[in-house]
T-cell receptor, first 114, second 113 residues
């Protein structure tokens, strides 16, 4: 069965520092992969997605993620954190076969330190 | 950009009451979904709907839940007799096919008191 693991339920970085949020997936087929951001009391906003093609995916707000099949990873990065990046981030996967539900990780809350 | 619209944004209901959550998917999308997020937890799949029938449902989606696409535009989730543990954010989603255009609504926060 498809699963998504996010390492670290809470990550704190200083403003201006590198953001790295880790995500690993397990799948018997190459999945489609997503990162969503959720601000308090709000819905899910798609940051970026990997479907096919280039493995380095650029998203909104300066975020990017790299699909590494050999490591079954899809880590999210941003070179320089901003206070407005403080939110919950969810990694998610869609198997891409008959199974069409998106499986979410448990989420990582990103804290930005001034 | 096309959006999935959910109404209401917040609903409070008394335990035991029926509640209907409404969604308007993107017009040319063919697959429809409901997901749930209990406060502080991850987003969980509830049900998928295609060609006017349920294609898959999770263990959460028991007999108290039902879905309907009554008029070709709306997609509703009904909870027949709400329980306190049904309090959550409910997200509707739709897609046209594959991973392309898989779009979530902004959610309805259901509070059962």
């Amino acid at each position: 069965a498809q699963s998504v693991t996010q390492l670290g339920s809470h990550v704190s970085v200083s403003e201006g520092a590198l953001v790295l949020l880790r995500c690993n997936y397990s799948s018997s087929v190459p999945p489609y992969l997503f990162w969503y951001v959720q601000y308090p009391n709000q819905g899910l906003q798609l940051l970026l997605k990997y479907t096919t093609g280039a493995t380095l995916v650029k998203g909104i707000n300066g975020f990017e993620a790299e699909f590494k099949k050999s490591e079954t990873s899809f880590h999210l990065t941003k070179p320089s954190a901003h206070m407005s990046d403080a939110a919950e981030y969810f990694c998610a996967a869609l198997a891409g076969n008959r199974d069409d539900k998106i499986i979410f990780g448990k989420g990582t809350r990103l804290h930005i330190l001034p | 950009e096309p959006e999935v619209t959910q109404t209401p944004s917040h609903q409070v209901t008394q335990m035991g009451q029926e509640v209907i959550l409404r969604c308007v998917p993107i017009s040319n999308h063919l697959y429809f979904y409901w997901y749930r997020q209990i406060l502080g937890q991850k987003v969980e799949f509830l049900v998928s709907f295609y060609n006017n029938e349920i294609s898959e449902k999770s263990e959460i989606f028991d007999d108290q839940f039902s879905v309907e696409r009554p008029d070709g535009s709306n997609f509703t989730l009904k909870i027949r007799s709400t329980k306190l543990e049904d309090s959550a954010m409910y997200f509707c989603a739709s897609r046209i096919g594959g991973a392309y255009g898989y779009t979530f609504g902004s959610g309805t926060r259901l509070t059962v008191v």
